[in-house]
Structures are given as C-alpha cells and as structure tokens.
C-alpha cells in the first residue's frame, strides 16, 4: 500500500488525489468491477443533476466518490496499522478481508439516493444501494448468507455517512469521516463561481490540500493547509461533526496549518 517514496519515511503517507494499490486482491476485485459497471457509472452522472445543476451545490458524482473512497481506504489502511480492531464484518462471521471491501462499496454507494432528491439522500439511498447489491456481490464469490451480511453492513454505513445516525461499526465511521475530508477548495468552485459566498463556500475555499498520514500518537495524523483563517470553520464546525460518534475519533489527530500569513500555524492543534 505503500508508495517506494512512503517507505523511506519511516511510515504510510497518502496524497489524496492519488490512486493506492492495494494488496488484498478480492478489494482489488471489487475495485476493478465498480469502476466498469455501466449501472454504478450511470449513478455516478445521474446523482449529480439534483445537487449541483438544480441546487447549485458542490459535486457529488464521480470526483466526489473517488476523493471519499480513496480517503476512505487510506482511513482503513492507516487504522489497520495501528492495531484498530474493526467490528462490522467480524460480528457479522464475515472474514478481514470483506472490512475493506464494505468499505469500498458503502463509499462507491452512498450519494446514489441523490438522484431521488438532495434532501434527506442517505434514506433514498439505502434502497438504490439494496438494488445494487444484490446485483453485483454474487461476482464475488459471495454466497446467499454472506451476501446478506456484507449488504447489511453496506446498507448501515450509507446511512450514517450524515450525522443524522450514529454508527455503530467502524466501518461506518470510516466512510462518515472521509465524507467529512472532502473538503479543499475545488470542492465549493461552482457555488463560489455562481456567487456563493456563505461561511461554508468560503471556508472551503481556504483549504489548500489535506494529508492522510501514519500518526505517531494516533494511528491518524490529518494534515490540513490553509490559506486563510475560514478555513477553521471547515475544521471545527463541519469535520468535528463527522468525527464526533464515528468511532474512530479518539484514533485520529487533526492539525491545520496557515500556509499564509506570518508563516506561524493558525491552528497547532484540534483534537475532535
């Protein structure tokens, strides 16, 4: 999972932009199949019209999901690392190797009910999601039970990527706080170009880059450059409220740094 660059660090570091081999080949399996199939492609353009074109939000169609699914894969990986013991597959009797691949889905799968309405998504997601899979975990290899309890897991952490419900795996948390870390400024470009300027378009536009990385506290370090002092909001408002109740909060640190300015940090630390 590690880049040749990332080893010679000492540790895992992840650009979020970048795409991750990983080793585990039914994730890679899974991977491959999603990124083809023409009815999750479809979704990926069509839960886009009634956020962005109807409702002048930020994308939430393809780039959204591989932001949210990369950073979601590199959450598991780091949390691996560090000895985090994940609990929704293995209550289920389903085997380590199915936590990623939850992952993976739940985070492929999770804005898809955006093509009922914007509005309450996650809930109109849940059956589209159901439909999905059911369709694609036979080619998996997966049989009835299994793919009854993979499907469940899926389903759970889809409805809590909002902050409406708690999770209660941390698969769940994963992909509600990787949710959360989609936030650096291209993300509010076409609100902001249409004449967006509330505290959340904004602030996003004072995020600069945000880094995955192994922590030496933490099994996480979220590293976060800003250009400007509204980009705290992004941070303490919206990201805390993913990461408080996600179960993973006490497993990752958060530092935000004014890149800008008199070059000192705006912000040392955030513990959330």
Do not use: W
Not at 133 to 150: N, Q
């Amino acid at each position: 999972m590690q880049s040749e660059d990332d080893r010679g660090n000492g540790g895992r570091t992840y650009d979020p932009d970048a795409d991750h081999a990983f080793p585990d080949q039914q994730l890679n399996d899974v991977l491959e199949f999603i990124d083809e199939d023409e009815e999750i492609q479809t979704y990926l353009e069509a839960q886009n019209v009634n956020p962005v074109d109807r409702k002048g939000y930020n994308d939430h169609g393809r780039k959204h999901i591989s932001i949210v699914r990369n950073r979601a894969l590199c959450l598991y990986d780091l949390l691996k690392a560090g000895d985090v013991e994940f609990n929704g597959a293995r209550q289920q009797g389903l085997d380590e190797a199915d936590e990623a691949v939850i992952v993976a889905l739940a985070a492929q799968l999770h804005d898809i009910g955006h093509v009922v309405h914007r509005d309450d998504h996650s809930y109109y997601s849940i059956p589209l999601a159901s439909d999905v899979l059911d369709r694609i975990l036979p080619e998996f290899g997966y049989d009835v039970a299994e793919a009854v309890r993979v499907k469940g897991e899926v389903l759970h952490a889809i409805l809590c990527h909002h902050t409406e419900e708690t999770p209660l795996t941390l698969e769940a948390g994963v992909l509600r706080v990787a949710d959360g870390l989609d936030m650096e400024r291209g993300r509010s470009r076409m609100p902001y170009e249409r004449g967006g300027r509330g505290i959340n378009t904004l602030s996003s536009q004072a995020i600069r880059k945000v880094t995955l990385r192994e922590g030496d506290d933490r099994s996480v370090l979220v590293e976060i450059e800003m250009t400007d002092a509204a980009g705290v909001y992004q941070v303490d408002e919206l990201l805390k409220s993913k990461l408080d109740g996600s179960l993973i909060e006490d497993d990752i640190r958060i530092v935000a740094i004014n890149s800008h300015g008199d070059g000192g940090q705006l912000v040392e630390r955030i513990e959330l």
